[in-house]
């Protein structure tokens, strides 16, 4: 089972609401699919939802997978330690296809237009496998902080 985690890359929202977003989209996913080895796939960066859910998945003894452009290097927050790294393209975005190929679920808190970009690109994958897309992703709003 490979679930795949998309939304802020940034600190500037409720880190306590993101963490209880991220636990409970888990706990759905995970509590269906029991017996099935759990790999949670998102974009390597060491900041934001995509660290809060290397941080549960390593608690849990969850495979963490990053997959993610090079461009991941070169940004201030580093990188997760996760357990497998899958790096496409030079810039955010040039991985977002093998991203997608890769996953078979979608959990997006918050983010930007790459997270609603890859969650359309899911819910293609979806249409095309004849999968409930309602089974299969899990959205939800965060808002972010002025400053």
């Known amino acids: 089972m490979k679930i795949g985690v998309v939304g802020y890359s940034s600190t500037k929202f409720d880190l306590n609401l993101a963490v209880k977003m991220m636990q409970s989209a888990f706990d759905i996913f995970v509590s269906k699919n029991a017996e099935e080895n759990i790999e949670i796939v998102s974009g390597l960066t060491n900041i934001g939802v995509p660290k ?11 495979i963490t997978v990053g997959i993610s452009a090079k461009q991941a290097f070169q940004v201030h927050c580093g990188v997760y330690p996760v ?4 790096i496409r393209g030079i810039n955010f975005g040039d991985e977002s296809e093998v991203f997608i190929r890769y996953i078979d679920f979608l959990i997006r808190i918050g983010g930007g237009r790459q997270s609603h970009k ?27 902080f002025n400053s």
């Open 118 to 144: 890859e969650v359309k690109m899911f819910i293609d994958k979806c249409a095309s496998f004849g999968w409930q897309k309602s089974k299969r992703l899990i959205e939800y709003e965060l808002p972010m």
């Open 52 to 62: 809060i859910a290397y941080q549960l998945a390593d608690r849990k003894n969850f």
């Open 83 to 86: 357990g497998k790294q899958i």
